[in-house]
């Protein structure tokens, strides 16, 4: 059993700034890249943000310079650091983690939501 725990999803204004943390726990033994996508009304779900297991990031062009990922191995996190938030924004943000025997687990999503 894997959970994903996301928390920092909420409601701020454009030019503010939010901070996501997601939280592996249970069978997960060897991770993979960490990451976060989003996904908006009537939208497919992107990537936004990703992280290796040495700590390389990469960034969707439409937050790079605004988004920074990192993440803490030894608690099984990852962070998603999002300054200058614009209404575009605004998407259900979902914490994806791939495990090397048992492929990508997924959070439940949290709400993101930037006013103009």
């Known amino acids: 059993q894997v959970r994903l725990v996301e928390s920092g999803g909420n409601l701020v204004q454009a030019g503010g700034s939010l901070r996501l943390s997601c939280t592996a726990s249970?069978?997960?033994?060897?991770?993979?890249?960490m990451g976060w996508y989003r996904q908006a009304p009537g939208k497919l779900r992107e990537l936004v943000a990703s992280?290796?297991?040495?700590?390389?990031?990469n960034y969707a062009d439409a937050v790079k310079g605004r988004f920074t990922i990192s993440r803490d191995t030894s608690k099984r996190t990852v962070y998603l650091q999002m300054n200058s938030l614009k209404p575009e924004d605004t998407s259900v943000y979902y914490c994806?983690?791939?495990?090397?025997?048992?492929?990508?687990?997924w959070g439940q999503g949290t709400q993101v939501t930037v006013s103009s």
């Open positions: 992280i290796t297991r040495d700590g390389r990031p």
């Open positions: 249970g069978s997960i033994f060897s991770i993979n890249a």
């Open positions: 994806n983690v791939n495990e090397r025997t048992y492929g990508d687990f």
